[in-house]
């Protein structure tokens, strides 16, 4: 039997690389897009073929899909991963998020290389900030309105795949994604190791969160019962407040006190605009920047993940308990923490 092509964008990344390794393990011919200049850490099986595909040129990237179409034939399946999460400037977020991603539809369209599924990993932070008062969750048919430029970048992908007729795009939206090989949750659980947890803001705050595994497991569903046009929220399904959170981490981490500490978000807003200039001047992107004080304003992340439920008959391996000790265990065993 042929094995089907998958090609899997920002290959190199937590996501990416995650993926990767579950198509291999799945048996397909397994193509990890990544850039000359990034790692290959996590890409080291001899099974991955690699492809470096130049998204910010239309023109060359349409010579590029070309060849590669009369060589091996189209890809089966794309997993669009590729992206940016924290940029030197603002502009920059469009222009790899967006744009980027509007290039690769129109080349894939214009050299009829149109694969049988474009998954694009979007974001929960596409949607904007939901019910603060009641804190019901983000109800699927709301009108996306972001506040970030990192969700307004990727709703504009998003948007832009759905006007192209019959494109096969599926739009994954998750939550916070956890795990192995993660960076950013990591500083959270490093501060906890140190006796620290810190807050914004005093008001209650409700998180969601998914596993990477079991996003991973979202993706192939996906593929495995040929969903087409559909947009998801990816979360696990429960619910948490910051500070059940936290005493999950702590408890993983087997810390007996932390101190814990909440800071105004009159506080946080100047010190995320002085580091996001500091950083800017030093050239250099930074987590801790103005659109990170907007997503730690933002009191309700919870989502409804019904249509998941539904259509993929979606039940989570791996509830936050669960989850949060088998990341610490790979961060110990990698001496991250």
Request: include cysteine.
């Amino acid at each position: 039997m042929e094995h089907k092509k998958i090609l899997i964008t920002g290959a190199s990344g937590f996501i990416g690389s995650t993926i990767v390794d579950k198509a291999l393990e799945l048996g397909f011919e397994t193509w990890a897009g990544i850039r000359a200049s990034s790692s290959k850490y996590y890409l080291q099986d001899e099974r991955i073929k690699f492809i470096d595909l130049n998204y910010a040129d239309k023109k060359k990237l349409k010579e590029q899909l070309r060849s590669f179409v009369e060589k091996n034939g189209r890809f089966d399946y794309i997993v669009h991963s590729a992206g940016i999460t924290k940029a030197v400037r603002k502009s920059e977020f469009d222009k790899v998020n967006y744009e980027q991603v509007r290039n690769f539809a129109d080349a894939l369209v214009e050299t009829n290389a149109v694969p049988d599924m474009f998954i694009f990993m979007s974001t929960l932070g596409a949607m904007g900030v939901g019910d603060e008062i009641n804190y019901t969750p983000l109800p699927c048919d709301c009108t996306p309105n972001p506040n970030t430029a990192y969700g307004k970048s990727k709703l504009k992908a998003e948007n832009y795949l759905k006007k192209l007729p019959g494109f096969p795009y599926v739009i994954l939206r998750p939550t916070g994604v956890y795990g192995p090989r993660d960076k950013d949750y990591l500083i959270l659980m490093r501060a906890v190791k140190n006796g620290m947890d810190v807050g914004a803001g005093f008001r209650k705050q409700v998180l969601t969160f998914i596993y990477i595994d079991d996003l991973v497991k979202i993706v192939f569903d996906c593929i495995e019962k040929n969903i087409s046009r559909k947009e998801y929220y990816v979360a696990d399904g429960d619910i948490y407040t910051d500070t059940e959170f936290n005493t999950i981490v702590q408890q993983a981490l087997q810390k007996k006190r932390v101190f814990r500490i909440k800071v105004p978000l009159w506080i946080v807003k100047p010190a995320t605009f002085v580091s996001e200039k500091i950083f800017r001047i030093l050239g250099k992107p930074t987590t801790f920047n103005t659109d990170k004080y907007l997503i730690m304003r933002q009191r309700n992340w919870s989502c409804d993940i019904t249509p998941l439920q539904r259509d993929l008959d979606f039940v989570p391996d791996y509830r936050l308990k669960e989850g949060v000790e088998k990341t610490v265990k790979w961060y110990k065993k990698h001496q991250w923490l």
